[in-house]
């Protein structure tokens, strides 16, 4: 286990003994089965509030009304309703912001979102999305598959990107009634939770079959030894922080509003990171020039490059000066030069005679006026070697136009993660992916 990572909680990729699920049918029409895998194999990551800071607000709060965003108020060309996961169970479909997202401290440009009330927030896409790296207003066991008025509907203005699941039902427990709810990503990493329709307790709602989260997590990949496999390597997630809602407050007409706290990565030189008063336990690896306290998603790059250890110096260790720099410093902060310094700056500085201009200006024209006759004889005779023998190749033979495939192709493999999830292109509609769910690692 990592260096510091006694208190963070860990989730292997690779499936625990005696855990059963159905295996997910192939996909069809462009659609992503997702299995879920039971939810029992972590332990609660405590909040230290150390990422984000954030209120609630009842029926009765003013504050609840601003926070929600009416999408069918919205021009019909400013909301998408997606065809797919408005028609699916447990699929997910990737989706392309109009603005950097700020996630602790990350910039995400994709998210994808589920059908089960949740954003998946990682960049690694695997069969345990439910497990870390979310955004969750009400991750549940949804079907929007269920009636034609279920829909999973998203707005981006640039500023702002909402995400709405509109009377959504429970798999097997439609008759209790629709949810919706809304998730916000504001531009400056402010997120908020909205609820519209609730119309059971959360409590009540079974996590047999689905994990059932409200709240947000993060998470980092490190690459392990296995314990099974001599010499190899296992890629484990670590999740380090959650942000865990209390479920019996959310009802009809409720909100949360999470604002983010400054993080190590904002800063972006080495005085900012070590001197600053927005945050504590910072260190600056100049290899990488980045600033953090190791635990974020980069802490494997930050491991491999021996940051940790870097990352106990100062900033005078990284801008010491080598004794000749520190003379030429020196002399060039002289502000008093002696009298032999002034003399040999007047030397330097003192302008050439007139004869001497002259001369090194007529060079110079006898210089263009050659190289321009040069390039005339060579043109004549050119031309005069085309015209009395035709069937020789012309000398500018040299600058024919290489076929396609003279130049081989470059290709690229991403040999650290497994090539299992594909991405498709539906005509008529922007570029989205689905993940093709099957067993990793």
Not at 128 to 155: K, R
Request: hydrophobic share 35%.
């Amino acid at each position: 286990m990592p260096q510091g990572m006694s208190a963070l909680q860990r989730t292997s990729l690779e499936r625990p003994r005696g855990a059963r699920s159905a295996p997910p049918p192939p996909p069809q029409g462009g659609r992503l089965d997702i299995t879920f895998l039971p939810d029992n194999m972590t332990h609660i990551v405590e909040d230290s509030q150390r990422y984000y800071s954030w209120q609630s607000f009842g029926p009765d709060d003013e504050r609840t009304r601003d926070l929600w965003v009416d999408l069918n108020s919205l021009h019909k060309s400013q909301v998408r309703i997606h065809g797919i996961l408005s028609n699916a169970h447990r699929q997910a479909a990737r989706v392309a912001l109009s603005f950097d997202f700020p996630f602790y401290g990350h910039y995400l440009r994709q998210i994808i979102i589920a059908t089960g009330g949740f954003i998946f927030m990682g960049e690694i896409t695997h069969r345990m999305l439910t497990a870390t790296q979310y955004i969750a207003p009400l991750m549940a066991n949804f079907d929007p598959s269920f009636s034609m008025n279920s829909t999973v509907m998203y707005s981006d203005n640039g500023h702002m990107f909402v995400v709405q699941w509109d009377k959504v039902r429970l798999k097997d427990r439609e008759a209790e009634g629709a949810f919706t709810f809304q998730a916000i990503l504001h531009r400056n990493g402010t997120v908020v939770f909205n609820y519209k329709e609730i119309p059971l307790p959360v409590e009540r709602i079974n996590s047999t079959e689905h994990p059932v989260k409200v709240g947000m997590s993060d998470a980092f990949m490190a690459n392990l030894p296995s314990a099974q496999i001599a010499d190899a390597k296992q890629r484990t997630i670590y999740e380090y922080h959650r942000v865990e809602i209390n479920t019996s407050t959310i009802v009809n007409r409720s909100a949360f509003e999470f604002t983010p706290l400054p993080t190590c990565l904002q800063h972006t030189s080495c005085e900012l990171c070590l001197g600053s008063n927005l945050t504590s336990g910072c260190g600056w690896c100049n290899t990488l020039q980045r600033c953090s306290d190791g635990i974020d998603r980069l802490r494997q790059e930050w491991l491999d490059y021996n940051c940790p250890e870097e990352a106990q110096g100062t900033c005078e260790d990284y801008y010491s000066e080598s004794p000749e720099e520190s003379t030429l410093s020196f002399s060039y902060s002289s502000t008093a030069p002696t009298s032999s310094s002034a003399k040999l700056h007047d030397v330097i500085t003192r302008e050439p005679p007139e004869h001497t201009r002259m001369t090194e200006n007529a060079a110079i024209i006898a210089g263009v006026v050659g190289a321009l006759v040069l390039v005339v004889v060579l043109t004549l005779v050119a031309v005069y070697c085309i015209n009395t023998h035709p069937t020789l190749a012309p000398p500018f033979y040299l600058m024919q136009r290489r076929s396609n495939n003279y130049w081989p192709a470059m290709k690229f493999r991403n040999q650290d993660y497994p090539s299992s999830y594909g991405e498709v292109e539906l005509a008529g509609h922007e570029k989205e992916g689905f993940i093709e769910a099957e067993q990793c690692c």
